[in-house]
Nanobody, 129 residues
Framework: QVPLVESGGGSVQAGGSLRLSCTASAYAYKKTCMGWFRQTPGNKREGVGV???????????DYTDSVKGRFSISQDNAKKTVYLQMNSLKPDDTAIYYC???????????????????WGQGTQVTVTS
């Protein structure tokens, strides 16, 4: 099985919306933490948002400042899928978007991609002016 598979990317005009999906294999999916990251050529991978909790009742989300109020993360544990809803897209949002799961024992750190050990292959999001 492929650990994580992203889908839903594409090209949209500024102000438009996209919903990305990440479907995980049973061994790759983490109820306690899943993240979305993005990367542009020549730049470091940056955190977009994470969804985390105790895996039973409590769930929280965290987002990088540039996407707050526009992006939202949700998850479906039964389907082992995490979503990234992106609204009011801007050209600066253009990037390859990756979903990720942390290494065992690591915290769910939005700005520390090194703690994430399982990554999807990415899906391209292009926002035109």
């Amino acid at each position: 099985q492929v650990p994580l598979v992203e889908s839903g990317g594409g090209s949209v005009q500024a102000g438009g919306s996209l919903r990305l999906s990440c479907t995980a294999s049973a061994y790759a999916y983490k109820k306690t933490c899943m993240g979305w990251f993005r990367q542009t050529p020549g730049n470091k991978r940056e955190g977009v948002g994470v969804i985390y909790g105790d895996g039973v009742k409590e769930t929280w989300t965290d987002y990088t400042d540039s996407v707050k109020g526009r992006f939202s993360i949700s998850q479906d544990n039964a389907k082992k899928t995490v979503y990234l809803q992106m609204n009011s897209l801007k050209p600066d949002d253009t990037a390859i978007y990756y979903c990720a799961a942390p290494k065992d024992g690591e915290l769910c750190l939005l700005h520390n991609p090194e703690v994430f050990g399982t990554w999807g292959q990415g899906t391209q999001v292009t926002v035109t002016s």
